[in-house]
């Protein structure tokens, strides 16, 4: 069933009223859960996985508790081969996710390619009648947010974004906290990501036999083969991605802006970038400064202790993955929140490592996006928040790259008087690899 195109306006205000109760996530309740049990075949859907290197491979088994692998898609063929063995002799193997999409019996499509690949997946599976499951950062530039806000729109697909922090119990706690009021007025957040790689000398070589060099690349330059360039250090190639600030970027930020309630009007970044020749080519040493429409001020930075800091005129809470820590949270030992605001948090075990780890965390994200098939609701890392969440985060580098204050219009999702900055919102897509 297709859905009709939200105005903008609507958009952005349907983007900041994401309820904070979050789905009630009753395929996940715990592990031993009668409901845990596989579906009969003929209520399973059939699930195709494209990209099954690192995360990729770890969400395409999580999304297996709830549907049947039915073809798996690599343009590496030993990482294909592999995630062929993995899910036994039933599944099809492709090279080129096309022909994976254009299978009737695959329903669900899961994406764990390298980010400069996420959007046009997206919007052709959209457009092939699959629900998808997107690995963060949703998107490469700004431009290609908006393309995909409209297409999901359009055809009424579910869409979840894995920015699986959104399904972990400390993070949604201290946005709730935040929310509540319990920091008094929030007038600060402090979000520290971790260093980008460091350049080496890289030499260009023919690409290995099992790798299909063109199609990894896709959309971006075609440029001689550097093993670097592939695979997990793709990262700190701004071809492919956005270095930390989209990598880490793309968990903490959406947590703080979902926390703050409100978008950014202005941004200064300020870094340093390697000069070396087929080098890493993101920023080192980096640090970007928001300031919200609300008058809270973000900084995002490299170096310090990987978290979110929140800072109000009444206190202060840290949170991590390993603890959420702060006056606040110890207050509520005996003034707890309201019991409808969440779903029931073990209070008294917050200082230690939570039930759920990162797998968890992520099965439980999984299992919210099944849900949400099955019902037709809105996930909770939805196309709108998560596109603009990454487009915070490539705000900051835009303006890293301009070397300069950035003056942005959240409504209207340009930057106000400033052309050089508007022709960064989008790139050059090399032919045949155009997201529309």
């Known amino acids: 069933m297709n859905s009709p195109t939200l105005p903008r306006r609507s ?38 996985s494209i990209g099954l290197r690192y995360q990729g491979s770890v969400v395409a ?20 081969d592999q995630a062929k063995a993995a899910f036994g002799s039933t599944p099809k193997s492709f ?17 764990g390619t390298p980010d400069h690949w996420h959007t046009k997946m997206v919007i052709d599976a959209c457009r092939a009648g699959k629900d998808v499951y997107c690995e963060k950062p949703l998107t490469l530039t700004i431009d290609e947010g908006k393309q995909l806000s409209k297409v999901v729109a359009e055809t009424g697909r579910v869409v979840q974004v894995g920015s699986w922090q959104r399904s972990d119990e400390r993070f949604r706690l201290a946005v709730e906290l935040v929310r509540a009021g319990r920091l008094g007025k929030l007038q600060k957040v402090e979000i520290v990501l971790g260093k980008n790689g460091t350049s080496g000398t890289f030499i260009p070589r023919v690409s290995p036999a099992h790798l299909n060099w063109n199609l990894w690349q896709g959309q971006t330059p075609d440029v001689p083969y550097i093993e670097e360039r592939s695979h997990y250090t793709f990262r700190w190639w701004s ?5 930390q600030m989209t990598d880490w970027g793309a968990h903490h930020v959406d947590i703080a802006q979902w926390a703050i309630n409100s978008y950014p009007v202005e941004v200064e970044g300020i870094g340093k970038f390697p000069t070396i020749e087929n080098g890493y080519n993101v920023p080192t040493d980096f640090e970007v400064t928001y300031k919200y ?14 978290g979110i800091l929140f800072t109000g005129d009444a206190g202060r809470i840290f949170v991590n993955r390993g603890k959420i820590t702060g006056a606040p949270v110890e207050a509520l030992a005996t003034n707890p929140l309201p019991r409808e605001s969440w779903n029931v948090y073990d209070f008294d075990n917050l200082q230690r490592p939570a039930r759920s780890g990162k797998l968890d965390a992520i099965v439980n994200h999984m299992g919210n996006f099944f849900d949400c098939i099955q019902t037709k609701r809105s996930p909770i890392s939805n196309i709108e928040s998560q596109h603009r969440s990454i487009s915070t985060c490539h705000l ?10 950035l003056r942005w219009n959240p409504e209207t999702e340009f930057f106000i008087d400033d052309a050089q900055a508007d022709s960064l919102l989008k790139r050059e897509q090399r032919k045949g690899f155009e997201t529309v």
């Open 11 to 48: 958009l952005l205000q349907s983007a900041l009223a994401l309820p904070l109760i979050p789905y009630v996530f009753e395929s996940v309740s715990s592990a031993d859960s009668t409901s845990m049990k596989p579906r009969s075949k003929v209520e399973r859907l059939g699930i195709g």
């Open 95 to 111: 090279e080129d996710y096309r022909d994976l999409i254009a299978r009737k019996e695959v329903d669900v499509v899961t994406i």
């Open 293 to 306: 429409a609300n008058d809270v001020i973000v900084t995002v930075k490299d170096h310090g202790e990987n």
């Open 239 to 243: 071809e492919y991605s956005g270095g």
């Open 396 to 405: 900051g580098n835009i303006s890293l790259k301009l070397g300069r204050k």
């Open 61 to 80: 088994h999580k999304a297996q508790m709830y549907g049947d692998i039915v073809a798996v898609c690599d343009v590496d063929r030993n990482v294909r």
